[in-house]
């Protein structure tokens, strides 16, 4: 299956430190992107990354792509209470869509 | 710009019962999805739209569930009966560009209980 799962399923950090979570899949990817769903809410896209991509940042976040490993990491530095909140991967290979993983549950203590 | 508009918020049908979800995707955005959240999972493609047209509905369930997007702008999605499984949350996203290489821009979700 191209569904990526990601591991831990919850983590629960104090606010300040940081939070890595990672993503495995199974088949080639063409690219793999990470979302963030507030409870209620709708997903909101993070980051996207190529396959011939290593690593992008963007503010906070830094993402990890290991294709040899069929891996990726997205890790939140200085975590703060407002990123408490469930984060997915979605992998797409070929022409076909993104297919999202079961996600991550983060909670960021006060 | 104005994000994804979905209605209603929430919804609470019985079993056998039919049940309707609107989309209004963000302007000028030609492709448009809907997907199923169950609680504790993460969502699944059901339906994928560019303009007017069917992309991908390979993972609806035909029998009971239809989508249409007339006109190539807002779309809606139906479910006729319903049944107990089916209560989860309805994300519609909207891309400005098909295919897997762009983010897409989810809309709030509609919950759907089915008693």
């Known amino acids: 299956s191209q569904q990526g799962e990601e591991d831990p399923q919850a983590l629960s950090i104090q606010e300040g430190e940081n939070a890595t979570m990672n993503c495995s899949y199974k088949?080639?990817?063409?690219?793999l992107q990470w979302y963030r769903q507030n409870s209620g809410r709708g997903l909101v896209h993070l980051i996207l990354?190529?396959?011939?991509?290593r690593e992008k940042h963007s503010g906070r976040l830094r993402v990890t792509l290991d294709t040899s490993k069929k891996s990726s990491s997205l890790l939140i530095t200085a975590s703060r209470a407002a990123d408490t909140a469930s984060y997915f991967c979605?992998?797409?290979?070929?022409?076909?869509?993104?297919?999202f993983g079961p996600g991550t549950r983060l909670s960021v203590l006060p | 710009e104005a994000g994804v508009a979905q209605s209603p918020r929430y919804k609470i049908i019985e079993k056998r019962q039919s049940v309707a979800f609107w989309c209004n995707p963000i302007?000028?955005?030609?492709?448009l999805y809907w997907y199923q959240q169950i609680l504790g999972q993460g969502p699944k493609l059901l339906i994928q739209?560019?303009?007017?047209?069917?992309?991908?509905d390979s993972q609806l369930p035909k029998d009971r569930f239809s989508a249409e997007r007339l006109k190539g702008v807002d779309s809606t999605l139906k479910i006729q009966p319903a049944k107990l499984e089916d209560s989860a949350v309805y994300l519609c996203?909207?891309?400005?560009?098909?295919?897997?290489?762009?983010?897409?821009?989810f809309g709030s979700g509609t919950r759907l209980t089915v008693v």
């Open positions: 739209f560019q303009n007017n047209g069917v992309v991908d």
């Open positions: 979605a992998t797409a290979a070929g022409g076909q869509n993104f297919v």
């Open positions: 990354i190529r396959s011939n991509e």
């Open positions: 996203a909207s891309g400005r560009l098909s295919g897997p290489n762009y983010g897409y821009t």
């Open positions: 302007s000028g955005h030609a492709t």
């Open positions: 088949t080639s990817i063409n690219n």
